[in-house]
């Protein structure tokens, strides 16, 4: 055989076994864990008790006219439990681009670029126009990092399998006493039943917003209880996970908004007007 034949099927051999690590190499084994409606549901609780406040910085990337701002945005969020939220963006080169401040159920919109500032109440923002409406999406993209919403005392659940993950499907009262409707879709990864996806909807029954999570991090410092004797956390100790990948999709098709967080501190106390004013 000619060495240049060699040569090649050494070179095959290489790329077969390369390629053959990619195909045949170790699938995921981590066993898929059992929950009920109910333990699923008191985990949200859990989850979202876990921070008392949020102070992050994020990098947003915008397709479509889901904001009417740039396309890439730097921006910082602060949160304070229950109800109180500040987002704020800005361009490359450090100048405002908006404000969004909602403090329970009052909001403020400033868009100094534009010179408008819009208030109001958080309940009414779809009679004030399709200005507010992306910001009002980016709050429910925020809960992943502030803690996905609760189900409420008047709200049903309904829990059905989908692949390895849990959907977990929220029922709240019509309006007006109507019959109750799904509002929301949120789904648990089963190897860990953190929450991967909510969808908001309707009483129509139509997906008003598609939130995905991605890339859960530990944030905070370790509880002192789970520190080993050599001062290093365990493989096993309890942390705050976050997810540091957003994916929002707007359900009327105006676009989307990807958010990837540089830091997260939780549990810091807010100084004084670091939440803003509405």
């Not at 690590?21 to 059992?34: N, V």
Request: aromatic share 8%; hydrophobic share 35%.
């Amino acid at each position: 055989m000619k060495p240049t034949r060699h040569l090649m099927w050494a070179f095959l051999l290489c790329v077969f076994a390369l390629s053959g690590c990619t195909l045949f190499g170790p699938k995921d084994t981590t066993p898929l864990k059992e929950a009920t409606a109910e333990q699923l549901t008191a985990l949200l609780q859990e989850q979202a008790g876990e921070v008392r406040t949020i102070k992050g910085l994020f990098s947003a990337k915008i397709t479509g006219g889901i904001l009417p701002i740039g396309q890439r945005v730097q921006g910082t969020v602060f949160y304070q439990r229950p109800n109180a939220i500040r987002l704020r963006g800005f361009s490359a080169v450090g100048s405002e681009i908006f404000e969004f401040v909602q403090l329970e159920d009052q909001f403020k919109l400033r868009l100094p670029t534009m010179g408008r500032e819009v208030t109001g109440r958080s309940s009414e923002a779809d009679q004030l126009g399709q200005l507010t409406r992306p910001f009002q999406l980016s709050v429910w993209a925020m809960s992943g990092v502030t803690g996905t919403h609760t189900v409420g005392p008047h709200e049903q659940v309904r829990l059905s399998e989908d692949g390895n993950r849990y959907r977990l499907d929220v029922l709240t009262p019509g309006p007006s006493g109507t019959a109750s409707y799904v509002s929301r879709r949120i789904w648990f990864d089963r190897r860990n039943l953190l929450v991967v996806q909510e969808e908001r909807l309707t009483p129509a029954g139509e997906v008003e917003a598609t939130m995905q999570f991605d890339d859960y991090r530990a944030v905070g410092p370790v509880p002192p209880a789970t520190l080993a004797s050599n001062g290093q956390s365990p493989e096993t100790a309890a942390r705050i996970m976050r997810p540091f990948t957003i994916r929002m999709t707007d359900g009327q098709g105006s676009g989307s908004l990807q958010v990837t967080f540089h830091e997260l501190v939780p549990n810091e106390p807010i100084k004084p007007g670091e939440l803003g004013r509405v």
